[in-house]
């Protein structure tokens, strides 16, 4: 049973270029979350998908967006990229039939570099 | 959800328990105490949980005072593969409205030597 999967894992993106970042969940999850995990800090909550609708947003701005495919599997796009996007993108896991859990499966992540 | 404060960093001979506390003094009553570790570049790995009663499953022990206001994780018999960064996070209380957002603090950097 293959866990959280993300593609890809590494990517180097040029300031004011658009990002797309994928993830697959845990089999029988139906619930992705997406942090950001600067250098040296705890992973930042982003947002979380459920039913294909965003269903809860941590302080990040618009450029930040998602979205969830029929399959469960979620995207995470970033627009108009900083230099401060510059981070581990983590996606992780939960849930089945809509139940909000607190214990998530995380994927290796994605390191993307802004230059 | 509730503030938790852990020490940045502690160390452990391998063999030996790890203690790593955690400090919530803010923590509601509904809410539960989670653990978290990240060992380096991976993703954050779940470890445990409790709402009061102290709990163990076969990765590690949580035991929580009984005011609530601090836990303590143990891992019995730490190894090398053991050291990481533990998160201690409260959340998930019911009528909440974290819908399953974890929080993660700086978290103790726990390193194991042989």
């Known amino acids: 049973d293959a866990g959280v999967t993300q593609s890809p894992t590494h990517l180097i993106k040029t300031r004011g270029q658009q990002v797309t970042l994928r993830c697959s969940p845990k089999s029988g999850h139906d619930t992705v979350s997406w942090y950001q995990q600067a250098l040296g800090q705890g992973p930042q909550f982003i947002f979380q998908y459920y039913e294909e609708e965003e269903r809860q947003r941590g302080n990040f701005p618009d450029r930040f967006s998602g979205h969830q495919f029929p399959n469960y599997s979620s995207e995470l796009n970033v627009n108009a990229l900083l230099l401060g996007d510059s981070a581990l993108y983590l996606c992780?896991?939960?849930?089945?039939?809509?139940?909000?859990?607190?214990?998530?499966?995380f994927g290796p992540g994605t390191r993307l570099t802004v230059t | 959800d509730a503030k938790t404060t852990q020490p940045p960093s502690m160390d452990c001979a391998e063999g030996r328990a790890a203690n790593l506390p955690c400090n919530h003094s803010t923590i509601s009553g509904n809410e539960y105490v989670y653990w978290y570790r990240q060992i380096h570049s991976q993703g954050p790995q779940y470890i445990i949980h409790g709402l009061k009663n102290n709990e163990t499953n076969e990765m590690a022990s949580l035991i929580i005072t009984e005011d609530r206001k601090s836990s303590t994780l143990i891992l019995p018999h730490a190894t090398l593969r053991d050291t990481a960064v533990y998160y201690c996070?409260?959340?998930?209380?019911?009528?909440?409205?974290?819908?399953?957002?974890?929080?993660f603090g700086q978290g103790t950097i726990l390193t194991v030597h042989p």
């Open positions: 996070i409260v959340t998930g209380g019911a009528g909440g409205t974290s819908y399953g957002k974890l929080t």
């Open positions: 992780a896991s939960s849930g089945t039939g809509g139940i909000i859990s607190y214990e998530q499966y």
